[in-house]
């Protein structure tokens, strides 16, 4: 099924361990991910689906383990390392996170204007691409408590986009969103991963994790329980937790 | 008794109250300015500063907060002369009134820096800005917004207090009114005059603030 066999791995994961106080929440994660590919992270709340994605990124540290970005190892403690990295791997959460105070196109310029040293006019340029590219080009003005969730959200993707990220994390990104709001945003990341993104996303949304991703990844217990081509997990799970918790999800 | 109020006699002294206004002004101004810059530093160290920094931070704020800002002003103009640092009577004031505005406005400021969703922050890290740029352009705006009437508030009572710098001959307002009242024995309605003159000085300075913070410290690009 995968057709990135060959190409270069965006992310690779060894061993990884996380505890939070007594609490053991990442119990030793494996896993390679290659350029482009779209993985979809399932399981039950409390699996440590946030936890993992947000190591990626270095907002979480790791007990022990190793993290690799594109071939270069995740240094939590150097903080000018770090901000390399996180140019290279944006993240969208479940709650938008837009600056308030900030209009739409403001969200949008603000990293490549700080972090990169972009032209105000350049940048400004660059985010009528992406507003037009996520649907909200005549937005640009807006503040964001003037948008819905669902515009909230594409806005949050078109800002995080705007950093060039060669990988994307999105963590429950559609579960704050009315159920008529969330085909909007899916339609993004679907896009997105039609484009050649390497994308990494929690989701609720079996069927479209089923339509859009390349691999399925099964967490429980802070491991990778079971993974495999969309088809066959959902279709033939092996093991008899991500059958409990595949039923939990039609019942 | 007799009530015959003659207003004249203090009116005509309008030079001396226009200086007296504009010293207060000045005075209002030039602590406002430092003042908060001084309390959000303060509230930056104290909040994600380095942890030794915190105690001194702690210090400072408590001992402001609970003596006389008259003390406070005397400590400055009397007593740091015998340390060898003699400082003239309109400098002791804005330094009393930007160390007691600083104390003040730290807390305030820390409390609106505290009530950040921990997901601005984690948003702003994760488009790769430093930790200053996630302070200065991400937290402090809202926080600035949220506690701004409250600064507004605490910039009316450090003016307020300003009254208090006469006492060691800075030519405020309430120095102004002294002195008029001692000159023609008017002193019932020079201090008439003056209380007006402060309510109207409250007034104007507050809607002054609320403008100002409204178009230039949080609320720039809503024009
Ligand atoms: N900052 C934290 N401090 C303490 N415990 C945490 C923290 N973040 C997450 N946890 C705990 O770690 C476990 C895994 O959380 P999380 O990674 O958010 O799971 P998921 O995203 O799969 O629901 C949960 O039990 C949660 O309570
Ligand atoms: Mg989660």
Redesign the pocket.
């Known amino acids: 099924m995968s057709t990135v066999v060959d190409s270069t791995t965006a992310i690779d994961i060894q061993g990884l361990y996380k505890s ?2 007594q ?1 053991r ?2 119990n030793g994660i494996d896993l390679k991910i290659a350029a482009g590919e779209v993985i979809a ?1 399932i ?12 190591c990626i990124n270095g907002l ?1 540290s790791f007990d022990s383990g190793q993290l690799f970005v594109q071939g270069q190892p995740l240094q939590y403690h150097n903080a000018k390392a770090m901000r390399t990295l996180r140019q290279q791997v944006g993240m969208i959460f479940q709650s938008f996170n837009l600056f308030p105070h900030l209009t739409v196109g403001q969200n949008i310029m603000l990293a490549p204007t700080l972090v990169q040293g972009i032209s105000a006019q350049n940048a400004k340029t660059r985010a009528l691409e992406l507003l037009r590219r996520v649907g909200l080009a005549e937005k640009i003005d807006a503040f964001p408590e003037q948008l819905s969730g669902g515009q909230q959200q594409r806005v949050a993707i078109a800002r995080a986009l705007a950093m060039s990220p060669s990988v994307l994390l999105c ?2 990104i559609t579960s704050a969103l009315d159920p008529e709001l969330v085909g909007e945003v899916l339609a993004v990341v679907e896009s997105l991963a039609r484009d050649g993104m390497t994308l990494l996303m ?1 989701t609720h949304e079996m069927g479209f994790a089923r339509k859009v991703s390349d691999r399925v990844i099964f ?1 429980h217990q ?1 491991r990778v329980h079971e993974q495999g081509a969309p088809e066959t997990l959902f279709q033939y799970p092996r093991t008899p937790e991500l059958v409990q918790f595949l039923s939990s999800l039609t019942s | 008794m007799r009530v015959a109020l003659e207003f004249f006699p203090v009116l005509e002294e309008w030079p001396l109250l226009l200086t007296g206004i504009a010293w207060t002004l000045l005075l209002t101004a030039a602590s406002t300015f430092f003042g908060l810059l001084l309390g959000t530093v303060c509230a930056y160290l104290r909040t994600q500063g380095p942890e030794w920094c915190r105690p001194f931070i702690v210090g400072y704020v408590e001992l402001i907060r609970n003596t006389p800002f008259i003390v406070q002003l005397f400590f400055i103009f009397f007593a740091l002369p015998a340390a060898g640092i003699r400082l003239s009577a309109e400098v002791a004031s804005v330094l009393a009134m930007v160390i007691n505005l600083g104390a003040y406005s730290a807390d305030i400021v820390r409390a609106g820096i505290q009530a950040t969703p921990r997901g601005q922050i984690e948003a702003a890290l994760s488009l790769s800005l430093t930790h200053r740029q996630v302070f200065t352009r991400v937290v402090l705006p809202p926080a600035l917004q949220r506690v701004w009437p409250a600064l507004v508030s605490q910039i009316i009572i450090v003016m307020l207090g300003s009254a208090v710098c006469g006492q060691i001959s800075t030519e405020e307002l309430s120095y102004a009114a002294n002195l008029i009242q001692s000159r023609n024995f008017r002193a019932f309605e020079a201090f008439i005059v003056a209380t007006v003159l402060y309510l109207v000085l409250s007034v104007f300075v507050r809607h002054f603030f609320q403008w100002f913070g409204r178009r230039f410290v949080f609320g720039a690009s809503r024009g």
């Open positions: 939070f106080g609490v929440v990442l992270i399981g039950k709340s409390g699996s440590g689906k946030s936890t993992l994605l947000r979480e963590d429950e929690v967490m802070g």
